[in-house]
């Protein structure tokens, strides 16, 4: 659940639940003791007047008797001394639950003494209607007319009213539930704060325990939150960054323990060239190269080497652009037929001084064209041969290149006589520094990322590599690239 809504249904919960139940409640027991009332009285109130105006409502029941009882003090107090007429008045009372008392000269003429005598202090309009019951100690309501007889004696009447026993205890029940509903309300209150710390401050004290092990260092542990949404989804994205850092960390190791191997094997690889150089020019130095053939066989190996030298070092170079995922692309569009030609004339050569022999093939048609960059496509070729050549190990050795058409894509096949690679290993072989011989020799040498680079430029071109081997018998290299298609345009 999202904060926003949960937020919004705690305060419902905090406020607008428990007022609606409390009232709910209260109507209905309100309701109930009202029209209990009401029918003990014989008369209708207006809503809740019982309960929120009970004076107005006992007033009213006797509104009647008590204005003609004060239009009788006015214009003919001697009434008031007429028993039969007070008898009369006082039936009329009774029908709601009231009666009449007279005094004259403070002894009472008309009415019941003994309720009389109970009525010390009655109920005034400066005090409530709980302060007048508890003064006289009797649920009564009275209203009081003072007067004078015609003899000059001071008169008192009381219209006095029974008051029904649930106007008390409805009156309490009201408070009672208003106590109620601040229970509920404090109630709701610690129930949401219990909430909103299980849901918010422990999984917000949960993600702070965990940046603290990130700074120290320590990317090796698991959190789970159980909270609202946004902070599950904070805690989930905090995960993944942990996942990243972690991820990139163990990279790091890694780049760091390659680029180590990188230096080891091209310093390795670059030893042998060098003391061959050096060798061969302190023999020229020497005067041991003391015919024009030697001075020749000399020179021409401290080229080859130099060469070598060079391979390693742009091999280095070429990796440090791929690891940084910079390799400068050239795309154009290239006749296969024409490309493969010049590109196994160049490589003949080089086979033909080292008695291998070199097969082509190409079986597109004329016309077939790929998109691609032509000097790292031929770098793939070189570095392909080049391995074939690394690994011949027969008197007699040979390479066959074969192009095919494979509908969208031509197939190349570079496949050679040599040692073969492993079953185990085959899986393995395009991994940056990873070599087949468990340990090198200088013979065969090499920088061990050769093959990541083959890889690497095929898949740049939205190609494919894999490779077939058997043991003793030689492996066959495979890649493909797609053909260039014109995009038919239809008006």
């Known amino acids: 659940m999202k904060l926003k809504t949960r937020l919004f249904v705690a305060f419902l919960t905090l406020t607008v639940v428990p007022t609606i139940i409390t009232f709910i409640v209260m109507v209905f027991v309100g309701y109930s003791k009202v029209r209990d009332i009401e029918e003990s009285y014989h008369s209708k109130s207006e809503g809740f007047e019982i309960i929120f105006n009970p004076i107005q409502y006992y007033m009213g029941l006797t509104d009647e008797s008590y204005n003609v009882l004060v239009q009788i003090v006015e214009i003919a107090p001697e009434k008031l001394e007429d028993e039969e007429y007070l008898k009369e008045v006082n039936e009329d009372l009774k029908k709601n639950y009231s ?7 403070s002894e009472v003429i008309f009415g019941n003494k003994s309720e009389v005598s109970k009525m010390q202090g009655y109920y005034t309009f400066d005090e409530s209607l709980e302060q007048s019951i ?21 008169g008192k009447l009381y219209v006095v009213t029974y ?27 610690a129930l949401i704060a219990v909430n909103l710390y299980r849901s918010i401050a422990l999984p917000i004290a949960q993600i702070k325990e965990a940046t603290q092990k990130i700074k120290e260092g320590n990317l090796d542990f698991e959190i789970k939150v159980n909270a609202v949404k946004e902070i599950e989804e904070l805690a989930d994205d905090f995960i993944e960054m942990r996942e990243r850092l972690k991820f990139q960390a163990e990279e790091k190791i890694k780049y760091d323990s390659e680029s180590k191997e990188l230096i080891s094997n091209i310093s390795h690889d670059l030893k042998t060239p060098i003391t061959a150089v050096k060798g061969y020019v302190e023999g020229i130095i020497d005067g041991v190269a003391d015919t024009p053939e030697k001075m020749d066989k000399y020179i021409k190996t401290i080229y080859n080497k130099a060469n070598e030298m060079d391979r390693l070092i742009n091999e280095l170079t070429f990796y440090s652009k791929i ?89 190349l ?32 040498g090499g920088s061990g990322i050769g093959l990541s680079i083959v890889k690497k430029i095929i898949e740049d071109h939205g190609g494919e590599i894999w490779a077939t081997s058997k043991e003793l018998t030689g492996t066959v290299m495979y890649f493909k690239l797609r053909k260039y298609q014109e995009v038919q345009m239809y008006e």
């Not at 009666?99 to 000269?105: D, R, S």
């Open 163 to 189: 008051l029904h026993d649930n106007i008390i205890s409805l009156r309490k029940l009201f408070v009672l539930m208003t106590n109620v509903m601040i229970g509920i309300l404090i109630l709701s209150i």
């Open 413 to 444: 096949e570079i496949e050679d006589n040599g040692k073969g690679i492993g079953e185990s290993d085959l899986p393995y072989i395009f991994d940056r520094f990873y070599r087949t011989d468990a340990s090198r020799n200088s013979a065969k």
């Open 134 to 154: 508890n003064k006289s100690k009797m649920l009564t309501f009275s209203r009081a007319i003072s007067f004078k007889y015609p003899s000059g004696e001071e």
């Open 323 to 411: 690891d940084t995922n910079r390799i400068p692309y050239t795309f154009t569009k290239i006749n296969v037929e024409s490309y493969f030609n010049d590109c196994i004339d160049e490589v003949g050569l080089d086979l033909e001084s080292k008695n291998i022999e070199l097969t082509y093939v190409n079986y597109t048609p004329v016309n077939t064209q790929i998109i691609a960059d032509a000097e790292q496509l031929k770098r793939v070729i070189n570095n392909i041969v080049g391995n074939s050549i690394k690994y011949l190990d027969k008197p007699k050795g040979f390479i066959n290149i074969r192009i095919k058409d494979d509908k969208d894509f031509i197939q």
């Open 99 to 105: 009666f009449l008392v007279v005094e004259k000269a």
